[in-house]
């Protein structure tokens, strides 16, 4: 392979470089064969044939003096030329429309004693003044108007097809990119088993060789931090459990029941932290179950009926089977209940249960302190809160919603927030009638 083969290859550029190169050129050479055809058409009209210059005499004596017009229009239709006649009482013209103005042609040279060509914009006529008459004869027009757009309508179909073929080429030279695009955006939403397959040894072979090497230094630094989260979290579990069952040897006080506070909580993160994890798993496996769903929400909320500022639930009148893992289930819905009152100020809260197809909606509104609209898109990730201080009467730790999201997703569903400061936070869980895949013990 040459060395210009090998960089036509291997450069993106130099391919761009060389299709709008070649379209340039294509152009160019459009653009000087029609203008050169229409010339050379141009060219026989401005010059005279010389079989007109030789019998002219004999044209003359057919049309007569004074002038036969039918003969004259006879003679103009067989040989294709205009015919003029003019004198001071009569103009007569074969065609209606005289295409050139005969009155301002200026002498060429001598044809016979009454005859001479003459030259007006550019174009030869021959003049012949006999028997008080002056006769103009030219040639027409209208054969080289259609030709002349006939060649420029020609040109500019070509030109159009060239400027087709010059995205067509260009478009499929930049598809790699467009795959590239869904691969990062794949990427960006979590998927970081995706890889972008391109074939390419060019610069967007490169591009797609880094992000894919990207995407396995981040899979492997996120499982690295997955297994050391399972596994810190395992290893606490022992010394929480020698912790608690000294605490029952401990004489009642004020500070053990602190103490007993404390050590709940932190068995409470680490089993949301395990829980997690779990189902960060692509090979999650949930405990389904076929339930009335609405039902099933209404007998877990019904623990909350007592909230002080108030509890609605709004359930279809017929109710819906759904296969759910209903501890899971159950476990999205306490959270969500907790962050609505912990930050509902004391202010109603409803909830909502409807069916859209093969889909079950929950909404769960308060009317609350509501979230800033720059922590929304980050506030149900892991560890993140829109307190920073992380004090506890302002809530936990920042899992509640990144499990609850987890717990969703794991049925096939979603998760939204939607929440303006001061307004209140209204969330919707969507969740279709089955899981992807239903295993049960």
Not at 60 to 70: C, F, H, R, S
Not at 79 to 102: A, Q, T, Y
Not at 243 to 268: C, V
Request: glycine residues 8%; hydrophobic residues 40%; contains cysteine.
């Amino acid at each position: 392979m040459t060395p210009l083969l090998q960089n036509v290859k291997r450069s993106l550029f130099v391919r761009l470089a060389l299709i709008f190169g070649i379209t340039v050129v294509l152009f160019f050479v459009v653009i000087s064969v029609s203008l050169q055809t229409i010339n050379q058409r141009n060219s026989t009209i401005e010059t005279i044939p010389d079989y007109f210059t030789r019998n002219i005499e004999d044209v003359i004596e057919d049309i007569g003096t004074p002038p036969n017009l039918g003969n004259a229009m006879r003679l103009a239709g067989e040989l294709g030329w205009s015919i003029n006649i003019r004198n001071p009482i009569m103009r007569w013209s074969s065609d209606m429309d005289s295409r050139l103005d005969v009155d301002g042609s200026v002498f060429d040279r001598t044809l016979t004693a009454d005859a001479q060509v003459r030259t007006v914009n550019g174009e030869q006529i021959i003049m012949v003044q006999r028997g008080g008459y002056l006769f103009y004869l030219y040639q027409h027009s209208v054969g080289n108007n259609v030709f002349s757009s006939v060649v420029i309508y020609a040109g500019l179909a070509f030109a159009a097809f060239i400027l087709f073929l010059n995205y067509y080429m260009v478009n499929r030279l930049l598809d790699p990119i467009r795959l590239l695009r869904r691969g990062a955006e794949r990427i960006r939403k979590g998927d970081l088993s995706y890889r972008v397959k391109i074939n390419r040894q060019d610069e967007l072979g490169e591009l797609t060789e880094s992000i894919n090497h990207m995407a396995d230094s981040l899979q492997s630094m996120l499982e690295a931090k997955r297994q050391l989260l399972l596994a810190i979290s395992h290893e606490l579990r022992t010394p929480i459990t020698k912790a608690k069952l000294r605490l029952e040897f401990m004489p009642p006080s004020e500070e053990k029941t602190q103490l007993g506070e404390d050590i709940n909580e932190i068995e409470l993160l680490i089993s949301d932290l395990i829980e997690a994890e779990r189902l960060n798993d692509e090979h999650s496996i949930l405990i389904s179950e076929p339930v009335q769903f609405a039902e099933f929400v209404e007998f877990v909320t019904g623990q909350y009926e007592n909230y002080t500022g108030g509890f609605k639930i709004s359930i279809p009148a017929v109710d819906e089977e759904f296969y759910i893992d209903k501890l899971r289930i159950r476990l999205l819905l306490t959270n969500l209940m907790s962050n609505a009152i912990r930050h509902g100020e004391e202010n109603p809260i409803e909830v909502k249960v409807s069916f859209v197809g093969d889909r079950a909606i929950l909404e769960i509104i308060d009317q609350g302190e509501g979230i800033a609209a720059e922590h929304l898109s980050k506030i149900s990730e892991a560890f993140y809160r829109a307190d920073s201080s992380r004090a506890r009467g302002t809530g936990g730790f920042g899992l509640g919603l990144y499990l609850c999201r987890l717990i969703a997703q794991a049925h096939g569903g979603s998760l939204t927030i939607e929440s303006e400061l001061g307004t209140g936070t209204h969330i919707t869980v969507e969740l279709p009638r089955k899981p992807p895949s239903t295993e049960s013990d």
